[in-house]
């Protein structure tokens, strides 16, 4: 089992930055890749980023986040982050982290899922 608590979220005007934070506890987080998706309200659960978990950090990222968000993270730190710059009121949703055995885009893979941290964005 992984246990995963999203931290960092809050309110961000336009053009503005955020920095999310994941910390996973359980089995070994070095051997899970790890994935940021979010929700809108009204909306499906949408991918944002990953990363793999070897040693390469292999990343993913949604079209509409790619040149503002970042993924990251540290497995001695059991921690994975999402660095967002130049946000958009789009952005608005609650954004969960999660944990999946293969690196991928797709929510149905990840086993493991923080509740959620809400980021708002105004205009």
């Known amino acids: 089992q992984v246990q995963l608590v999203e931290s960092g979220g809050g309110l961000a005007q336009a053009g503005g930055s955020l920095r999310l934070s994941c910390a996973a506890s359980?089995?070994?987080?070095?051997?899970?890749?790890m994935g940021w998706f979010r929700r809108a309200p009204g909306k499906e659960r949408e991918f944002v980023a990953a990363?793999?978990?070897?040693?390469?950090?292999?990343?993913y990222y949604a079209d509409s986040v790619k040149g503002r968000f970042t993924i990251s993270r540290d497995n001695a730190k059991n921690t994975v982050w999402l660095q967002m710059n130049s946000l958009k009121p789009e952005d608005t949703a609650v954004y969960f982290c999660a944990a999946a055995p293969l690196l991928s885009r797709v929510s149905a893979r990840y086993d493991y899922w923080g509740q959620g941290t809400q980021v708002t964005v105004s205009s």
């Open positions: 990363i793999g978990f070897t040693s390469s950090r292999t990343t």
């Open positions: 359980g089995r070994t987080f070095s051997s899970y890749a």
